[in-house]
C-alpha cells in the first residue's frame, strides 16, 4: 500500500480539545515556572481505568517515569510497568525532577501521596509525568498548592482537557491537542462512537525512542490494558519513534494511553475488527500530535516531512525515512530552502534500523527484530529517485542528477511543510519521518537554557 | 590504564608537515574551487608500495572511493579492496563526484589515466580521493591541466607535502597536518627512526564511521599492506571513529596509510613490539588530526573533548564519550559556556555501542562485536560522576547534583578546549571522544551552501 493509501485509510483528525467520556481535567499556575504561565495539569478518571504505557529508554530515566513503571507494575506485575491501572495522571512542568536522586524519587512520592489524597485514591493508581530544567528539584510547596487547586477545578469538558494541555507546555510555542473518533461495537449489535484525544508537548530533545517529551491519550473506548498496550506500543513505533528535532532522547518521555470505557463500547479484544479500528484511531491522533510537536521544534520554521516508498520493507523505509530528516545538513538545507538533495542521498546511504525493541512493536518477530536492529537499510543508488516538494532531483536508473527549476523548488519550499520523497525502487515498502529544519535560533535558543 | 596514563605513552606529535623518505608531493590551483584556492594534490612514492584504507560504509560511496577500492583490489584480490600497492594519491577538491552515477566513474577512470601517464605508473596503482559538493560532475579539463602541472611540480619535501595538505581543504579555516618518529629495528640489529606524518581535511558532515573526511598518512616504515591494514583498522575506531560534527557521514570518507620503506628499517610483523610502536606512532598522528578536524568544525568556537573512564569495557567508553559529543543539546550548551551537566547526563544515558565492523576493529572477537552491536552502553546513575573543565557538577553516589562555583566554571569552558570528564564507576574501561561547539555560524554557513 502505497503513503497516499495508507493516509487516506486513517480516520479524520481534528485539532482541538474534546474530552471522551469519563474524564476530568484541569490545569493551573503552580509558580514552578518563573515566567508564571500554567505548569500543573491534573487528569482524573471517574474510576480506576486500563493504562498502557511507554516510556523513554534513557538510564537516567526521571523519578516520574521510575514512579509511574512502578505504580503500573504494583497493580498488575504481569505488565512489567507497562500497563495496568490508574486513575490519575499528574503533570508537573519546568522542573524535570531528573538526575535529582534518592531525595527527587522521596519528592515524586510526595506529589503522588497528595493527589491520591485529594482525589480519593491510591498512590498506587497516579501516573506521574514531568518535564523542564534536568538536575533540579521540584518546589513541593509550591506543587503541593497547585495540587489542591486544581483537584477543585476539575472539569468533565473539553476546556478541562484544553486546560491541561496547556499547563503541559514548556518552550511550546502552541498548545498540542488532537481528537478523533471510532465506531465501535456496542452492547446487543449496536454501534458505540468512541473518542480518542490526545495533549502533548514538545519541543527541544526530541528523537526517535522515545520522540515524544509527553503525551496523554484517553479514550472511552472500552479494553484491558493488556489489550491497550498492545495498541499503543506499535502506534509509537510507526509515530513518535520517527520523530526527530535534535538528536537527544530525553529522560522523561512518557505517553499514556487511558481507557475509560464511558462510550458503553464493548471491550475491545486483541485481533478484533474493534482493535484495528481502535489502533487506526489512536495512530492517527499520535501521528498527529507527532507532526504538531516536529513543526514547533525548537527554532523551526517549517516542519519536514520524510515519505520513503519502494523500500525492501516497511522498517527499512522507516530507517531511512528517519536518517534523512536527522541529518543536521538536510535540515540547514532545508532551512535556506537550498534543494540540496546531494546531502539528502548521503544521509539515506547511512540509514540504519532502529534497536530490536521497537522493531518488535512495529511488528518483526523477535528473532528477526534481534537479528536486523541496527543493520544497514539496503539502498541502491542505482534505483534511487529522490523528489523535493515534488520536483524530481535525482533518478539513479535515468544516470543521477536531473535537470530542474531551482528557482521554483525554492519557491515551493518556502512553506509550512516541506516534503522529501525517495523511491528506493526495491520493493513494496512505505515509512515516513517528521522531523524540522534547523535554524540559528535553535542554537541561540539552547546556549541560554540554563542560567 | 587510565587516559592520562594512555595519552602519557603516546609518542609527541608536531603540528607541520614533514616528508617520510620514499615520497614527493605537491599541491595547485586548478579551477575546481570558484575561489582559485588549490584545489588538486598529488603525492607519488618512487615505487610502488604497501598501502592500506579505511572508506566510508556510505550506499553512495562516491566514484573515488568505489575505484580506489577496485584498484587495491586489482592488484591483491585477497585484500578485499582495503589494502594492496599503491605508487601515487590524486586528490581533487570542490567537487566530490558523489552521486554522479556511471558518468562520473568514467570521469573519475579518466583522472586516473592521466595520473598514470603523468607519473608512469599503471592506473591500477592511482588512489583516489575527492570532496566538495555532491552531485556536480569533475570539470575534467580544468583537472587535466591540474594533473599535469601538479606532476611537474613535486618536491621531496616539507614543503611538497604542505602545498598537499593546502589542496586538500574545502572550508577547514586552516590546514591540518602532524607528525612523529619512531624508532624501529633496522639491518643488522640497529635502530632506525622513522617517520609518520598525515595530512587531513575537515570540517562537515563529518561522523563516526568514518568520520573522516579525508586523511593521507605517510611513513617511511616498512611493511606489507596487509600488516599496515592491521595497524590502520584499529587506529580509525578509536580516532576519526569516535569524532563528530554534525551526525552526517559523507559519501567520500577516506583515509589512507602508504608505507615506503625508505628508513631502512626492517619490514614491521603483525604481532610484534615494532607493529606495537609503529601502530602507536600511527594512531598518535590519527589523533592529532582528529582533534585538529573537531577543532575546525564548521562554525565551531572550541573543540569538545568528552573523556570517559570506569566504564565496564573500552567500547562502552567510546560509546558514552561519543554520545555526547553528538548531542546537539550539549554542544549548544558549551557554545553558550552554560555548565548544563544535566545534557550531559541524559545522553549519556541513551548511549549505543557502534556497529559490529567498528567493534571488530577495535579489537573484540566477531561473536562478540555482532551481539554488542547496538546494544546500550552501561551506566548507572547512582555510581556515575560528571565534571566540565575540572569541576564536579554531579556525583550519583553522593546524592547527585553537586553545589558549584558556576562563574568559575563559566569562565574556564571560555577556552579553546573544553573537557567533559565522567567516570561510570563501573570498572576498567575508558574512552574518548571529539567533537565542538554547535554555534549559529554553523547553521548559516549550511543553509547557504549550494547557491
Same mark, same amino acid.
Given at each position: 500500500?502505497?503513503?497516499?493509501?495508507?493516509?487516506?485509510?486513517?480516520?479524520?483528525?481534528?485539532?482541538?480539545?474534546?474530552?471522551?467520556?469519563?474524564?476530568?481535567?484541569?490545569?493551573?499556575?503552580?509558580?514552578?515556572?518563573?515566567?508564571?504561565?500554567?505548569?500543573?495539569?491534573?487528569?482524573?478518571?471517574?474510576?480506576?481505568?486500563?493504562?498502557?504505557?511507554?516510556?523513554?529508554?534513557?538510564?537516567?530515566?526521571?523519578?516520574?517515569?521510575?514512579?509511574?513503571?512502578?505504580?503500573?507494575?504494583?497493580?498488575?506485575?504481569?505488565?512489567?510497568?507497562?500497563?495496568?491501572?490508574?486513575?490519575?495522571?499528574?503533570?508537573?512542568?519546568?522542573?524535570?525532577?531528573?538526575?535529582?536522586?534518592?531525595?527527587?524519587?522521596?519528592?515524586?512520592?510526595?506529589?503522588?501521596?497528595?493527589?491520591?489524597?485529594?482525589?480519593?485514591?491510591?498512590?498506587?493508581?497516579?501516573?506521574?509525568?514531568?518535564?523542564?530544567?534536568?538536575?533540579?528539584?521540584?518546589?513541593?510547596?509550591?506543587?503541593?498548592?497547585?495540587?489542591?487547586?486544581?483537584?477543585?477545578?476539575?472539569?468533565?469538558?473539553?476546556?478541562?482537557?484544553?486546560?491541561?494541555?496547556?499547563?503541559?507546555?514548556?518552550?511550546?510555542?502552541?498548545?498540542?491537542?488532537?481528537?478523533?473518533?471510532?465506531?465501535?461495537?456496542?452492547?446487543?449489535?449496536?454501534?458505540?462512537?468512541?473518542?480518542?484525544?490526545?495533549?502533548?508537548?514538545?519541543?527541544?530533545?526530541?528523537?526517535?525512542?522515545?520522540?515524544?517529551?509527553?503525551?496523554?491519550?484517553?479514550?472511552?473506548?472500552?479494553?484491558?490494558?493488556?489489550?491497550?498496550?498492545?495498541?499503543?506500543?506499535?502506534?509509537?513505533?510507526?509515530?513518535?519513534?520517527?520523530?526527530?528535532?535534535?538528536?537527544?532522547?530525553?529522560?522523561?518521555?512518557?505517553?499514556?494511553?487511558?481507557?475509560?470505557?464511558?462510550?458503553?463500547?464493548?471491550?475491545?479484544?486483541?485481533?478484533?475488527?474493534?482493535?484495528?479500528?481502535?489502533?487506526?484511531?489512536?495512530?492517527?491522533?499520535?501521528?498527529?500530535?507527532?507532526?504538531?510537536?516536529?513543526?514547533?521544534?525548537?527554532?523551526?520554521?517549517? @516542519?519536514?516531512?520524510? +515519505? %520513503?516508498?519502494? #523500500?525492501?520493507?516497511? &522498517?527499512?523505509?522507516? =530507517?531511512? $525515512? !528517519? *536518517?534523512?530528516? /536527522?541529518?543536521?545538513?538536510?535540515?540547514?538545507?532545508?532551512?535556506?530552502?537550498?534543494?540540496?538533495?546531494?546531502?539528502?542521498?548521503?544521509?539515506?546511504?547511512?540509514?540504519? @534500523?532502529?534497536?530490536? +525493541? %521497537?522493531?518488535? #512493536?512495529?511488528?518483526? &518477530?523477535?528473532?528477526? =527484530?534481534? $537479528? !536486523? *536492529?541496527?543493520? /544497514?537499510?539496503?539502498?541502491?543508488?542505482?534505483?534511487?529517485?529522490?523528489?523535493?516538494?515534488?520536483?524530481?532531483?535525482?533518478?539513479?536508473?535515468?544516470?543521477?542528477?536531473?535537470?530542474?527549476?531551482? +528557482?521554483?523548488?525554492? #519557491?515551493?519550499?518556502? &512553506?509550512?511543510?516541506?516534503?522529501?520523497?525517495?523511491?528506493?525502487?526495491?520493493?513494496?515498502?512505505?515509512?515516513?519521518?517528521?522531523?524540522?529544519?534547523?535554524?540559528?535560533?535553535?542554537?541561540?535558543?539552547?546556549?541560554?537554557?540554563?542560567?
Amino acid at each position: 500500500m502505497t503513503i497516499e493509501a495508507r493516509l487516506a485509510s486513517r480516520p479524520d483528525v481534528e485539532r482541538r480539545a474534546a474530552m471522551p467520556a469519563g474524564f476530568r481535567a484541569a490545569g493551573l499556575a503552580a509558580g514552578i515556572k518563573a515566567s508564571g504561565r500554567p505548569d500543573v495539569a491534573l487528569i482524573v478518571a471517574d474510576r480506576p481505568v486500563a493504562a498502557a504505557a511507554v516510556f523513554t529508554p534513557n538510564a537516567f530515566a526521571a523519578a516520574p517515569v521510575r514512579l509511574s513503571r512502578s505504580n503500573l507494575a504494583a497493580g498488575l506485575p504481569a505488565g512489567g510497568g507497562r500497563f495496568g491501572t490508574a486513575a490519575a495522571v499528574i503533570s508537573t512542568s519546568g522542573c524535570a525532577n531528573a538526575a535529582t536522586g534518592a531525595a527527587g524519587d522521596a519528592d515524586q512520592v510526595k506529589v503522588g501521596s497528595i493527589v491520591a489524597a485529594e482525589v480519593g485514591i491510591a498512590p498506587s493508581e497516579v501516573l506521574h509525568l514531568s518535564t523542564g530544567l534536568i538536575g533540579t528539584r521540584l518546589p513541593l510547596d509550591r506543587v503541593a498548592a497547585g495540587v489542591n487547586a486544581v483537584a477543585l477545578a476539575l472539569e468533565a469538558s473539553d476546556a478541562g482537557l484544553l486546560a491541561a494541555a496547556e499547563s503541559l507546555r514548556t518552550t511550546d510555542s502552541v498548545v498540542k491537542v488532537a481528537t478523533t473518533t471510532v465506531e465501535l461495537p456496542g452492547p446487543g449489535g449496536s454501534t458505540v462512537s468512541a473518542r480518542v484525544s490526545g495533549i502533548a508537548k514538545g519541543v527541544g530533545m526530541i528523537h526517535p525512542r522515545m520522540a515524544t517529551m509527553l503525551a496523554v491519550l484517553l479514550t472511552d473506548a472500552a479494553a484491558s490494558s493488556a489489550a491497550l498496550s498492545a495498541v499503543l506500543r506499535p502506534v509509537a513505533a510507526l509515530t513518535w519513534d520517527q520523530l526527530t528535532v535534535d538528536g537527544d532522547t530525553s529522560t522523561n518521555d512518557t505517553v499514556f494511553l487511558l481507557a475509560s470505557g464511558a462510550s458503553g463500547a464493548e471491550a475491545v479484544e486483541p485481533g478484533s475488527p474493534a482493535e484495528a479500528a481502535l489502533r487506526s484511531a489512536v495512530e492517527a491522533v499520535a501521528r498527529d500530535l507527532a507532526r504538531q510537536q516536529a513543526a514547533d521544534g525548537e527554532g523551526a520554521t517549517t @516542519l519536514l516531512t520524510c +515519505a %520513503v516508498v519502494g #523500500a525492501e520493507d516497511d &522498517a527499512s523505509a522507516r =530507517a531511512v $525515512a !528517519r *536518517a534523512v530528516v /536527522a541529518s543536521s545538513l538536510v535540515k540547514a538545507a532545508v532551512h535556506g530552502r537550498d534543494p540540496n538533495w546531494g546531502r539528502i542521498a548521503s544521509a539515506a546511504g547511512c540509514a540504519r @534500523l532502529t534497536d530490536a +525493541a %521497537v522493531l518488535e #512493536a512495529a511488528g518483526l &518477530a523477535p528473532i528477526e =527484530a534481534a $537479528a !536486523r *536492529a541496527g543493520s /544497514a537499510a539496503r539502498i541502491d543508488p542505482e534505483r534511487l529517485r529522490i523528489s523535493i516538494a515534488g520536483q524530481r532531483m535525482f533518478d539513479g536508473a535515468a544516470g543521477g542528477p536531473q535537470v530542474f527549476d531551482q +528557482a521554483a523548488v525554492r #519557491a515551493a519550499m518556502d &512553506a509550512l511543510e516541506v516534503v522529501l520523497e525517495l523511491d528506493l525502487g526495491l520493493g513494496e515498502g512505505v515509512g515516513e519521518a517528521f522531523g524540522c529544519d534547523l535554524s540559528e535560533t535553535y542554537v541561540t535558543e539552547n546556549s541560554e537554557y540554563t542560567t
